[in-house]
């Protein structure tokens, strides 16, 4: 719901649109387009969308500059980015984050030798350690953990239960979701005397500027040097990052990806959910993975991959579409090993 009704001429100045239809007209809450009815603004934000404008029963629908007009469809908004105008639309309407105030929290334990910018929001039983630095305008929620010489920089937000571990160094403008977990130890062992041994892990996590980490993903420290995830990479929830892995800038990752130690992800690659890669193997800028697949080998630039082992999807496709025919083919298989057991009684005769 809005604050408050609004006009759609009022839109249209929030979101940069111009207006076919009564401008006059008000508005009260956004739906999707088969859910809408009057009173309701939603989206058209692509050609399937656009084809069910003549069902809708919005009072209004955002669309690109050039959808084309037909009679009996709502007042439409015309702007040049349907997505961005409803992320800003979006963002205007939304209640404001359950955060904590500037300043820190009675319950709060932070060490003497911890440096806390003074409009800092440390919330409620916040944990911060030794010489750990807190840069201006960061929100740390209720029940975070900051282990010693962890470096977060300003305008950050992490949320409930998170535990950033000792060591580790988060950027600018990062958000985490709640009891994420980043700098926890990777899983590594060496087997002798029968028994598996521990590891080390020495080194640390480095999260770039304007990443986001969703809720109760696992980011492992390195075993030397770093962990990385670079600028602008978007984390879904539920994902698991390994120990020494390095992450380009712009990459996304969804829901249940788990990415396997030292591999290495290139600029803007895009994993699906439930995407497995492998230790040890590289992804080059702009590689492409469908949804659960389990990618085995280094990966060049560009590829788009489906399946598992993930492969290149226009052999995907083929191989798909063969198996379709398997029936069929085991079908006329039969028969022709039918046709040549009833020829073997002839053949033999002539053979004596």
């Not at 076919?20 to 309701?40: H, K, P, Y």
């Not at 440096?115 to 916040?126: K, L, N, R, S």
């Not at 995907?316 to 020829?343: D, G």
């Amino acid at each position: 719901m809005f604050p408050k009704p609004m006009t759609l001429r009022e839109i249209a100045e929030r979101i940069g649109a111009t207006v076919d239809g009564d401008a006059s007209l008000e508005v009260s809450a956004v739906a999707a387009l088969d859910e809408a009815t009057a009173g309701d603004l939603s989206f058209a934000l692509d050609k399937k969308h656009l084809g069910q404008l003549s069902q809708c029963k919005a009072s209004a629908v955002i669309v690109s500059a050039d959808a084309p007009a037909a009679d009996g469809q709502p007042a439409l908004l015309r702007v040049n980015d349907a997505n961005a105008a409803m992320a800003k639309l979006l963002g205007f309407i939304s209640q404001p984050e359950d955060v904590p105030p500037a300043g820190v929290n009675s319950s709060a334990i932070v060490t003497e030798d911890a440096t806390v910018a003074p409009d800092a929001a440390i919330g409620p039983h916040v944990v911060i350690g030794p010489r750990a630095t807190i840069a201006a305008g960061t929100i740390l929620c209720a029940g975070v953990k900051i282990g010693a010489d962890v470096t977060i920089g300003g305008q950050c937000m992490l949320a409930e239960g998170v535990v950033v571990r000792y060591g580790c160094r988060i950027g600018e403008h990062v958000r985490v979701g709640p009891n994420s977990v980043i700098g926890s130890d990777g899983y590594g062992y060496y087997f002798a005397d029968g028994v598996h041994h521990k590891i080390p892990h020495a080194g640390n996590v480095v999260i770039e500027d304007h990443v986001e980490l969703g809720a109760c993903t696992c980011v492992d420290r390195a075993k030397w040097g770093s962990t990385r995830i670079g600028a602008g990479t978007k984390v879904d929830n539920l994902v698991q990052i390994a120990h020494n892995v390095q992450i380009g800038p712009g990459s996304l990752l969804v829901a249940q990806v788990g990415i396997a130690g030292s591999a290495k992800l290139g600029n803007f690659v895009v994993l699906g959910g439930g995407t497995g890669v492998r230790d040890n193997i590289t992804l080059g800028d702009g590689v492409k993975v469908a949804a659960h697949a389990a990618v085995a080998q280094s990966v060049e630039a560009g590829e788009v991959l489906i399946g598992t082992p993930a492969r290149p999807a226009a052999n995907f496709m083929r191989e798909n579409f063969a198996l379709q025919k398997l029936p069929e083919l085991l079908k006329r298989v039969k028969k022709l090993e039918a046709a040549l057991r009833k020829m073997e009684p002839h053949q033999n005769n002539q053979e004596k």
